[in-house]
């Protein structure tokens, strides 16, 4: 009589008459159809007899591995394709794509090694992989790493504890093959949930804390409590055609993709930080010509490196870059396609957010301050700086952009009493913690921003991102240069002040919307007369919006 024998998934059967070649390839092509449940089964057959311990690991190390190499090529395949795309282009960057590569190539290991004893996560980071062009000789090396780690502790423990497991599978469940298997599976999952539930428990603690702060809020719980009191003043006043006549200097006041050349150039140069524009050819990348002009511009104006370079058209800090050198400013204008602005380095000390409102019939007024302050990491000598971002209280709740940012770095160890400035970008998004700056007030600041904006050709309202060299020059209003000027989506941003909370922050909210619909009101009585345009309607606007999310990368991490 043959001996019975036993089906693996994908339909196929295994025997203790069959040579071990012939069982190891069985068990090999079955990890292809499920993997976990081909390894237990593996396990239970060399306690059974049915095959050796050494087939049962080598089939199924060998299908796995196998298995593993396979998914980083079809993340491969992918990519060829994908990337050719523009959707994809816009969300994924090459520059980005560059960076998880390198992280890949250096700290991916630890993420190929975890992914190996947690269920579900493997096709995600080995497509990604693939995808991003991790280096396959390293992947491949990590990948055999985890697998000689993760066959024979299944495999292994299976085997050994057969009995125990069929004991109980006999006295609780049955007799059948399915049990012995159900109760493996059942014990895999235990040890992975605890596993994950270790991994998690820093996450969980993170978004708790994140979801206590105001500041951390999603834009749709900050802004759904204004609703009323908008809706209130859109009746009273009008608008998007109220709203898109407060800022003549943009065709739509600033509500969307608004150039922020066009605003820094509706001031007087002595108040603004010198700039110009690029703008590639339509649709396409900046050409040889195009950057050999723009670096000889650099040398031309005497600007030393670093300079800044981010989008005319960005929103939220997004994708601005400390260049340090010509090698890669040719590189990211290499890499651009949509305009931007090379911009002096200002290496002032206090950065500021300066909301100005200039109501009808006055010279404006400094509505709020903030004070901007910049992230630091402190390093202790010991610790790398991956470790110190994930304890420090305040920089662990936006780690993920910090991890992005110096993901090339994240290994390395600071000297003690060393500090490492974080950011570049004086953007709440982009890891700076802004704080309500009314302590820097003074007759002399105040007269400064009103000097530098009744120079100002169309600018009415709005949030002058400034920096000062120090603070005792901004309390005198000596030295500032406006970096930016932000139009009618403009926010105070000392709002986000950790201290101050929801509730005033939806008054500061509540009264600098109702300024705006107040001047767009007074504008357009000036249209009646033809002095002013008539402002865009709201079907304008959100064409607008459509085509800026067409060019820009809304993902870009700036540095």
């Not at 449940?37 to 060998?62: D, F, R, Y």
């Not at 992989?129 to 299976?158: E, I, K, Q, Y």
């Not at 970008?425 to 904006?453: I, S, Y």
């Not at 002058?464 to 005792?472: G, K, S």
Request: hydrophobic share 50%; aromatic share 8%.
């Amino acid at each position: 009589m043959s001996d019975p024998a036993t089906t693996l998934p994908g339909g196929l059967e295994i025997a203790a008459t069959m040579p071990p070649i012939v069982q190891a390839l069985a068990l090999m092509v079955g990890t292809f159809i499920l993997e976990d449940t081909t390894a237990i089964t593996a396990g239970l057959l060399a306690h059974a007899g049915v095959v050796s311990l050494s087939t049962a690991m080598l089939g199924t190390g060998i299908g796995i591995f196998l298995g593993d190499l396979g998914l980083y090529a079809l993340g491969a395949a992918a990519a060829r394709g994908a990337r050719g795309t523009g959707w994809v282009r816009r969300r994924l960057p090459e520059a980005r794509l560059r960076t998880v590569a390198d992280w890949f190539g250096r700290s991916g290991w630890k993420a190929i090694v975890f992914s190996r004893f947690v269920s579900g996560s493997r096709l995600p980071i080995y497509l990604g992989a693939g995808f991003v062009g991790a280096g396959f000789a390293r992947f491949a090396l990590w990948t055999f790493v985890a697998v000689l780690a993760w066959t024979p502790l299944v495999v292994g423990v299976t085997a050994l504890l057969g009995s125990s497991v069929s004991s109980i599978a006999r006295d609780h469940i049955g007799t059948s093959p399915a049990a012995w298997i159900a109760v493996a599976i059942a014990v895999i999952v235990l040890m992975q949930g605890a596993i994950l539930a270790v991994a998690r428990r820093r996450a969980i603690l993170v978004a708790l804390d994140r979801a206590r702060r105001f500041e951390f809020w999603p834009n749709w719980a900050i802004y759904a409590p204004m609703l009323p009191c908008f809706a209130w003043n859109a009746l009273r006043f009008g608008f998007a055609r109220t709203l898109t006549v407060v800022n003549p200097c943009w065709p739509d006041s600033g509500a969307v993709g608004e150039s922020k050349q066009a605003g820094l150039e509706a001031f007087d140069s002595e108040f603004v930080s010198p700039s110009f524009l690029l703008a590639p050819p339509e649709g396409g990348a900046f050409t040889r010509d195009q950057i050999d002009a723009a670096v000889a511009t650099l040398g031309s104006k005497g600007w030393p490196y670093p300079v800044i370079v981010k989008p005319d058209a960005g929103q939220r800090g997004l994708g601005v870059k400390l260049v340090r050198g010509e090698p890669a400013l040719r590189e990211l204008l290499g890499s651009a396609r949509a305009p931007v602005i090379v911009q002096r380095f200002e290496a002032g000390a206090c950065e500021v957010g300066l909301f100005f409102i200039r109501d009808p019939g006055t010279d404006g007024r400094l509505f709020s301050i903030c004070d901007k302050r910049f992230p630091h990491a402190a390093g202790d000598g010991r610790s790398t700086l991956a470790e110190l971002i994930e304890r420090d209280p305040r920089l662990r709740l936006q780690a993920r952009v910090f991890l992005e940012r110096w993901a090339g770095q994240l290994d390395r160890v600071l000297a003690a009493g060393e500090s490492l400035r974080l950011a570049n970008a004086g953007n709440h998004a982009q890891g700076c913690l802004f704080v309500d700056g009314e302590r820097l007030r003074t007759p002399k600041l105040e007269a400064w921003v009103r000097r530098a904006c009744s120079t100002a050709r169309g600018f009415n309202y709005g949030r002058l991102d400034v920096r000062f060299p120090d603070e005792a020059a901004c309390r005198r209003g000596e030295g500032g240069v406006i970096l930016e000027a932000n139009g009618i989506t403009s926010e105070s941003t000392n709002m986000y002040d950790p201290k101050l909370g929801a509730l005033r922050a939806w008054k500061l909210m509540h009264a600098h919307w109702r300024a705006a619909f107040r001047i767009g009101a007074a504008n357009r009585a000036k249209a009646v007369a033809g002095s002013d345009p008539a402002g865009m309607t709201l079907r304008e606007v959100l064409r607008r919006r459509r085509e800026w999310l067409e060019r820009a990368d809304t993902r870009a991490i700036a540095d």
